[in-house]
């Protein structure tokens, strides 16, 4: 069974950062790739960052270019997301998923298999 659990969000303030673990089972990540997205509140998910299998090649939505990485360790089947700079809209619930699909993966979707969600709350 695949199962995708997302970690790392919180409580933090504007301009403090966040790293977010995604830890995968059930399937090994390194023939998957993955994405992180977010839902706000009345907002739509929207695309946060994916990777591609072996983490040469990264997408970034606007909201994300410059303040947010991504990353994977296929080794310890996990994928990972560095926020910094963080601002009060970008309050969310984050989610993990992975893909099976081939070629360039960064609609929601084109993924599969999601995890539960991690909320991030920002304070100003």
């Known amino acids: 069974q695949v199962q995708l659990v997302e970690y790392g969000g919180g409580l933090v303030q504007a301009g403090d950062s966040l790293r977010l673990s995604c830890a995968a089972s059930g399937h090994a990540i390194g023939t998957y790739a993955m994405g992180w997205f977010r839902q706000g509140p009345g907002k739509e998910r929207e695309t946060v960052a994916t990777i591609s299998r072996n983490g040469f090649s990264t997408y970034y939505g606007d909201s994300a270019q410059g303040r947010f990485t991504i990353s994977r360790d296929n080794a310890k089947n996990t994928v990972y997301l560095q926020m910094n700079n963080l601002r009060p809209d970008d309050a969310a619930v984050y989610y993990c998923?992975?893909?099976?699909?081939?070629?360039?993966?960064?609609?929601?979707?084109?993924?599969?298999?999601w995890g539960q969600g991690t909320e991030v709350t920002v304070t100003s």
């Open positions: 998923a992975s893909s099976s699909m081939l070629g360039r993966t960064t609609r929601a979707d084109q993924y599969a298999y």
